[in-house]
Nanobody, 115 residues
Framework: QGQLVESGGGLVQAGGSLRLSCAAS????????MGWYRQAPGKQRELVAQ???????KYADSVKGRFTISRDNAKRTLYLQMNSLKPEDTAVYYC?????????WGQGTQVTVSS
């Protein structure tokens, strides 16, 4: 059974930075498409960024130029570097692994950006 565990969330002032991590176990991490999603109160969960096994990346327009997704296959860890944070980035951030038809989600980590 695969497991994803996020960490690194917290409270930060607008303009600040945070780095989220997602540690994977029980999945073929190196070949999966990994992604960060977020869900704000009263809103649908949305894609923030994703990275394929080959290293191709995709970002939501709202975070382009501010967020960077990366992966360390040796450590089986996914990262999201978030810079120039805005209050509208406040949400629960989830890690997602997609390998074949199997999708695994983490439990989420709260990011709160104060103005």
């Amino acid at each position: 059974q695969g497991q994803l565990v996020e960490s690194g969330g917290g409270l930060v002032q607008a303009g600040g930075s945070l780095r989220l991590s997602c540690a994977a176990s029980g999945i073929f991490f190196g070949i999966g498409t990994m992604g960060w999603y977020r869900q704000a109160p009263g809103k649908q969960r949305e894609l923030v960024a994703q990275i394929t096994g080959g290293g191709d990346t995709k970002y939501a327009d709202s975070v382009k130029g501010r967020f960077t997704i990366s992966r360390d296959n040796a450590k089986r860890t996914l990262y999201l570097q978030m810079n120039s944070l805005k209050p509208e980035d406040t949400a629960v951030y989830y890690c997602r692994a997609s390998i074949g038809i199997r999708v695994t989600w983490g439990q989420g980590t709260q990011v709160t950006v104060s103005s």
